[in-house]
């Protein structure tokens, strides 16, 4: 059983099979580095190597790891761990900068309006209000980021 998202999970094997493009089935540490980047998940040297040590005893070391090639099952665990480990905060405002269309620090219906013809949905405005209703916590009709940021925070709890 995974705990990331299944479209992150695809993107994680994506990611280790970009770097291993032979088939060789492993990916070196140093582009195990690079992956983590592509993926928005960049961890430093010193903390892949200690990542990696952590999972090499956890398994025992029967993951099939020697050294320097990293195979699959341990590269899934490296991404997972850190996607756990991601600042939701941080996550939560560059979302947020994502839904405020027109920038101006709230989202409002429009903003909700532009975005879904912007993905070619098309959602009624009652859903959009009922979506702004769940967050905006002090009833101005607009969601203001630490309502976005609250509402994430309590989502993630799940
Ligand atoms: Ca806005
Ligand atoms: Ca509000």
Redesign the pocket.
């Known amino acids: 059983m995974s705990v990331v998202p299944p479209e992150v999970e695809e993107q994680i094997v994506s990611a280790f099979k970009l770097f291993d493009c032979s088939g060789r089935g492993y990916v070196r540490f140093s582009e195990v580095l690079v992956a983590l980047k592509a993926l928005k998940l960049d961890m430093d040297a010193s903390e892949l190597e200690y990542v990696l040590g952590e999972i090499q005893r956890a398994n025992h070391n029967n993951s099939g790891n020697d050294g320097d090639k990293i195979r699959l099952p341990t590269f899934m665990d490296i991404a997972t761990l850190r996607y756990q480990q991601r600042d939701p905060i941080a996550d939560a405002e560059e979302s947020f900068e994502l839904f405020d269309h027109d920038a101006d620090g709230f989202i409002s219906l429009d903003d909700l309006r532009q975005i879904s013809l912007g993905l070619g949905e098309s959602v009624s405005d009652g859903e959009l209000k009922q979506m702004i209703a769940q967050a ?5 009709g ?3 980021k630490q ?1 976005f940021i609250r509402l994430i925070a309590k989502a993630k709890m799940y």
Do not use: M, Q, T
């Open positions: 905006d916590k002090d009833c101005d607009l969601v203001s309502e």
